[in-house]
């Protein structure tokens, strides 16, 4: 009854003819990651399919997220001197969920090689959860340092711009990709996922009080984190990429004809950062600083949205689309709230609730169509293993039932084959 075909045939056809291509080039993926997921996944039953290990690594995510925002849902708990500060049992299991978040990412590919389940589905569902991850992940690093009420923190507005800065670190990863036909997995993954493990499992034995001090030099530690973030994301990841889209269209291996073309991907992206940027700069009633989860989350999906459809373009060579319908409601809730004359703080926070609930219910229905989608593509089902080749409901004797397997040269390291960390450098982590 809800159910719609997002992907049209050109994008369907784009999927049969799909190649894993990736480079990761990060030594702490390469020489310490990889043998750690090598040797975790062999834990984990053969019936398991993959992309429920991608699922439950994202429930663990949101776990983690929730669990201080139960806590601390105007970023106030953190601030010096609170009076009701998260418990240090909340920040161990944060701790604990991001620790499982990570992991299950990294296992999840392994798993689909070591069950020979590698399907276009696995790495679309993957990244596309990923995308949506990045909102969570972000919001609960700030719940250690809290609103700048204190002075050693930073304000919220700026805490924003970051939040907006991880969407921008992982949405070029993927027009780098669109461009250039292969992915350039970004260090600062890995090394943002075990920093915030370890982060709040120290939080939970000195307590958020430890970071209320000015370091040599006199500087807090939030802005200097700042700094240095913006260096990592920009000084860094940004040069890269664009060296590498250059360097393609240089050469001629670009898949884009021009470099025009090759920019679509990045209007929806600019255009909702404008547009959410001025609402929340210039809000009247002040609403990021009123209710800044709603307002982040509210960002949060619709980059995911904008990042899935830019990353199903990528994977069919197809072209990807100009305009985001989502910014149609962003832009009348942003304009309503800037130019309303005498509009109240609780008008403005029921446009925000009400966007919200639009864009959390679109995005979800958009992935659960594709998957569905996807799934009767490729003779699957998403969350279970189904016997090759005649054991699956639609499979017979013409093969019709069989898993549509990704191209690749990586391979599991099972238990009599230790000696393939190579191939797991070359390709990266393909998370299938």
Not at 56 to 71: D, K, S
Not at 211 to 227: D, F, Q, S, W
Not at 320 to 346: D, K, M, Q, R, V
Not at 374 to 380: D, H, R, S, T
Request: include cysteine.
């Amino acid at each position: 009854m809800f159910y719609r075909a997002y992907l049209s045939k050109d994008v369907l056809r784009g999927f049969d003819q799909y190649r894993y291509s990736c480079q990761d080039t990060s030594p702490l993926s390469n020489y310490f990651m990889h043998p750690f997921w090598n040797q975790v996944v062999k834990l984990c039953p053969r019936w398991v399919a993959p992309n429920l290990l991608t699922f439950v690594g994202f429930l663990c995510c949101v776990g983690h997220y929730a669990l201080p925002a139960v806590y601390d849902y105007d970023f106030r708990a953190s601030t010096k001197d609170s009076e009701h500060p998260i418990p240090s049992w909340a920040w161990a299991a944060t701790s604990v969920l991001l620790f499982l978040a990570h992991t299950l990412d990294g296992i999840d590919g392994k798993q689909a090689r070591r069950t020979q389940t590698s399907t276009p589905l696995g790495e679309l569902f993957d990244h596309g959860l990923d995308s949506w991850s990045t909102v969570f992940i972000a919001s609960t690093f700030y719940s250690v340092f809290g609103r700048n009420e204190d002075g050693f923190s930073i304000p919220i507005f700026r805490m924003y711009l970051i939040v907006w800065s991880v969407f921008f670190v992982f949405h070029i990863t993927h027009w780098e990709k669109y461009n250039t036909g292969i992915m350039y997995l970004p260090w600062s993954y890995d090394i943002a996922m075990l920093t915030g493990t370890l982060l709040y499992l120290v939080t939970s034995f000195i307590g958020t009080e430890a970071y209320k001090v000015n370091l040599p030099g006199g500087y807090p530690a939030g802005p200097l984190l700042e700094i240095i973030f913006y260096f990592c994301s920009y000084g860094l990841a940004l040069n890269m990429t664009m060296y590498n889209i250059w360097h393609a269209y240089r050469s001629g291996t670009a898949k884009q004809p021009n470099a025009l073309e090759g920019m679509r991907p990045m209007v929806s992206f600019i255009l909702a950062f404008v547009m959410c940027t001025a609402w929340a700069a210039w809000s009247p009633n002040g609403i990021l600083y009123a209710d800044p989860r709603c307002f982040l989350l509210m960002c949060g999906t619709l980059y995911a949205n904008m990042s899935c459809r830019l990353i199903i373009s990528q994977m069919t060579s197809t072209r990807c689309e100009l305009l985001n319908w989502l910014l149609l409601p962003t832009a009348a809730c942003a304009a309503a709230a800037l130019f309303a004359p005498g509009i109240s703080l609780s008008a403005e926070l029921a446009l925000v609730y009400v966007l919200t609930a639009l864009v959390l219910a679109a995005h979800v229905h958009y992935c659960a169509c594709v998957v569905a989608q996807m799934c009767e593509l490729l003779k699957i089902r998403c969350f279970s293993i189904e016997p090759r080749g005649g054991g699956g409901g639609d499979a017979g004797d013409d093969g019709k039932g069989e898993h549509r397997l990704i191209p690749t040269s990586d391979r599991f390291v099972d238990d009599d084959d230790d000696d393939d960390d190579d191939d797991d450098a070359e390709i990266g982590r393909p998370s299938l």
